[in-house]
């Protein structure tokens, strides 16, 4: 029994060493978490350049999403956009659906802080349309209400309205009757505050 609690930790041993990219990775993600978003992104920073080193095209995409979420925080958005960039043509090449759909809010969020409106618009229609392709009523909603208050902020009223009872009617399908209501509401309240 000793024998083979022996034979295990010598064939674990190997597994445990870390690549050094990938505990740059882990420790980037630590420091992150812990708030230190400094340290982390110098971790990152290190992890991808070695992720580029080993190709491991994965660890490039992962490293590049937190820069990006890290220099979103920073409100360096135009830094936040190239580094989610860099992840969604790697995430595409691998056909990741879901890494493509939460880089594109993000793509998204990041040319609305910019005032880059009509990408961002653009972004948010193709999100919606992927959601609806997947029948994803709950996706496509949540990304709908931050279509019609990215109208409201473009002055696009009558849109954002419009976005409302777009929303409305979907959860009326769903006998969703108080959140229908709800949606019908700020139609209207967008609608009356345009007067």
Avoid: W
């Amino acid at each position: 029994m000793n024998e083979q609690k022996e034979n295990q930790d010598i064939n674990e041993e190997p597994r445990e060493a870390e690549d050094p990219a990938r505990a740059d990775y882990n420790k980037g993600k630590e420091l992150r978490a812990a708030g230190d978003e400094a340290q982390a992104a110098s971790f990152f920073h290190n992890a991808l350049v070695g992720f580029e080193q080993n190709g491991d095209d994965q660890g490039v995409a992962n490293a590049s999403d937190q820069l990006g979420d890290i220099c979103a925080a920073r409100q360096n958005h135009e830094k936040a956009i190239a580094h989610y960039q860099r992840a969604y043509t790697i995430c595409d090449k691998e056909n990741d659906m879901f890494s493509l759909i939460a880089l594109q809010k993000k793509m998204g969020a990041a040319q609305r802080a910019l005032k880059q409106y009509d990408k961002a618009v653009n972004i948010y229609l193709n999100v919606i349309d992927i959601y609806a392709g997947y029948n994803n009523p709950a996706g496509t909603v949540n990304v709908m209400e931050e279509l019609a208050k990215l109208y409201l902020e473009m002055g696009e009223r009558q849109k954002s309205a419009d976005t409302y009872r777009t929303i409305a009617s979907i959860h009326k399908n769903f006998k969703h009757n108080i959140q229908a209501q709800e949606f019908m509401d700020k139609a209207v309240q967008v609608e009356q505050d345009a007067v």
